[in-house]
């Protein structure tokens, strides 16, 4: 007879068993791989066995953000490429290419984690859609929560729309504006770098010239970049004509020495004689040591225009040196200002397709979605996730407990029943879980 306890506790077990083996494959992970924005916390040390030591690299100590370009630009080893990539193996290269930088005997430990994640983007049926910090482990629905929760049009919905239409708008406006006295300030440092005599604005900004935030741009950057180009021939012409004297003091000094050579060689023949004259009891000893004073006075003389050429041919290395230095930090500072420019850009684009996408959404999706709940008794969420890939962006159907990734854009929409279950769209799903995706 079996025992009714027993035979309980078995079936609760296998049970725990089978539920076990279901979640384990759901809860194991793919590594984390970086994409633009994302903020990355870097230590690098060193261990150095002849002092028993860690040595820590201060200059890699610290956070870094990966720019539009998917790069993370470190000090000593430059731009490292991170998108698409998990931090163990940026690590790896990082370790890499110091050793190989430093020559180094061993590897040094590199340690990157993820410091900030790039945002989630919620539009739709949310009261608040925008852009919102990214954490591990984030739902679609604590995205939703995040958003303010599910749309609640109110009485005056239409009149809300409008302002929140207008406001995204004029914030739309301003972003064109700033994205063209970018644009005009970037073509001023690309002309720069290529030593151009004039800036070559792109069409982009000279075809908005009649309006007057850009043509003030374009006016500024103009007058910035003759001034600045003034100053740098000013500054070379000012080293070349001193270059110019000196080199001018150069040869006076060698005439001087070549002229100082004839005195020496005619008072040194004359010295001859005397000593001659001397030696036959025909001169004095005292007009003998009187022209030896005198040589050796030529003598040094010779040795200060000699001194003095040195230090001329110095000045002027020195003026070579100051020219090449003016040019390379100019160069430098330029390349510093465009890439800066270059990733505000970027920023500016993304903010830009943001609000355009919250325009539509205020002015077509939400009046829409108004008037279809006026009819309808009943509506359930639809949830939609953007997500760039290998391939491009991809539209995947999910669910209020599916994951969220860094950069996913979550799509709310509403769809009325009608006595059967909403067809999922975009990308199929298994069992309830999300399709995994490398972003």
């Known amino acids: 007879m079996k025992n009714p306890v027993l035979s309980a506790v078995l079936t609760a077990s296998v049970a725990v068993s089978a539920l076990a083996a279901c979640l384990a494959p759901a809860q194991a992970t793919e590594a984390y791989r970086l994409g633009a924005e994302d903020r990355v916390r870097l230590r690098v040390n060193e261990w150095r066995p002849g002092k028993g030591e860690t040595y820590e690299w201060k200059a890699f100590t610290g956070e870094f953000t990966v720019d539009a370009a998917g790069r993370l630009a470190l000090p000593f080893i430059g731009a490292?490429?991170?998108?698409?990539?998990?931090?163990?193996?940026i690590a790896a290269e990082i370790g890499d290419r110091l050793q190989r930088k430093a020559g180094l005997l061993q590897r040094p430990d590199a340690a990157v984690e993820v410091a900030q994640f790039r945002p989630v983007y919620v539009v739709g049926l949310v009261d608040k859609?925008?852009?919102?910090?990214?954490?591990?482990?984030?739902t679609v629905l604590q995205a939703v929560g995040l958003a303010g929760g599910f749309y609640r049009p109110p009485e005056m919905g239409v009149q809300r729309l409008a302002r929140e239409s207008v406001t995204a708008r004029g914030d739309l406006a301003d972003i064109r504006v700033e994205q063209m006295a970018l644009a005009a300030r970037r073509a001023r440092l690309e002309s720069e770098m290529k030593d151009l005599?004039?800036?070559?604005?792109?069409?982009?900004?000279?075809?908005?010239?009649?309006?007057?935030?850009?043509?003030?741009?374009?006016?500024?950057?103009?007058?910035?970049?003759?001034?600045?180009?003034?100053?740098?021939i000013?500054?070379?012409?000012?080293?070349?004509?001193?270059?110019?004297?000196?080199?001018?003091?150069?040869?006076?000094l060698q005439a001087k020495i070549v002229s100082q050579d004839r005195q020496i060689g005619l008072a040194r023949k004359e010295l001859e004689g005397i000593?001659?004259?001397?030696?036959?009891?025909?001169?004095i000893s005292p007009r003998q040591l009187a022209l030896e004073q005198t040589v050796a006075q030529m003598e040094s003389t010779r040795l200060d225009h000699v001194l003095a050429m040195s230090r001329a041919r110095q000045d002027m290395s020195k003026n070579d040196r100051t020219l090449l230095d003016l040019r390379s930090q100019r160069q430098s500072t330029v390349l510093s200002d465009l890439r800066e420019t270059q990733t505000k850009l970027a920023k500016l684009d993304e903010r830009a397709e943001t609000l355009t996408r919250l325009?539509?959404?205020?002015?077509?999706?939400?009046?829409?979605?108004?008037?279809?709940?006026?009819?309808?008794?009943?509506?359930?969420?639809?949830?939609?996730?953007?997500?760039?890939?290998?391939?491009?962006p991809r539209e995947i159907a999910?669910?209020?407990?599916?994951?969220?990734?860094?950069?996913?854009?979550?799509?709310?929409?509403?769809?009325?029943?009608?006595?059967?279950?909403?067809?999922p769209q975009?990308?199929?799903?298994?069992?309830?879980?999300?399709?995994?995706?490398?972003p």
Do not use: C
């Not at 859609?129 to 984030?138: D, E, I, K, N, V």
């Not at 982009?204 to 006016?219: G, K, N, S």
């Not at 000593?275 to 009891?281: R, S």
């Open 80 to 89: 490292v490429s991170a998108a698409g990539r998990t931090t163990d193996d």
């Open 129 to 138: 859609p925008g852009a919102y910090p990214y954490r591990p482990q984030l």
């Open 197 to 232: 005599p004039a800036i070559t604005f792109p069409d982009a900004v000279t075809r908005q010239r009649a309006l007057p935030a850009t043509a003030d741009a374009m006016r500024e950057e103009q007058a910035l970049f003759e001034a600045r180009r003034a100053a740098l």
């Open 234 to 252: 000013s500054q070379t012409e000012a080293l070349n004509q001193a270059k110019q004297l000196i080199a001018a003091e150069i040869e006076t």
């Open 275 to 283: 000593i001659a004259l001397v030696q036959k009891g025909l001169s």
């Open 359 to 392: 325009i539509n959404d205020s002015e077509v999706v939400a009046p829409r979605m108004m008037a279809e709940a006026r009819t309808s008794r009943r509506r359930s969420a639809v949830f939609l996730i953007v997500r760039q890939t290998a391939e491009g």
């Open 398 to 423: 999910a669910s209020e407990g599916d994951a969220l990734m860094p950069g996913d854009v979550v799509k709310i929409d509403g769809e009325a029943e009608t006595g059967r279950n909403a067809e």
């Open 426 to 438: 975009g990308e199929p799903r298994t069992g309830g879980r999300l399709s995994s995706l490398t």
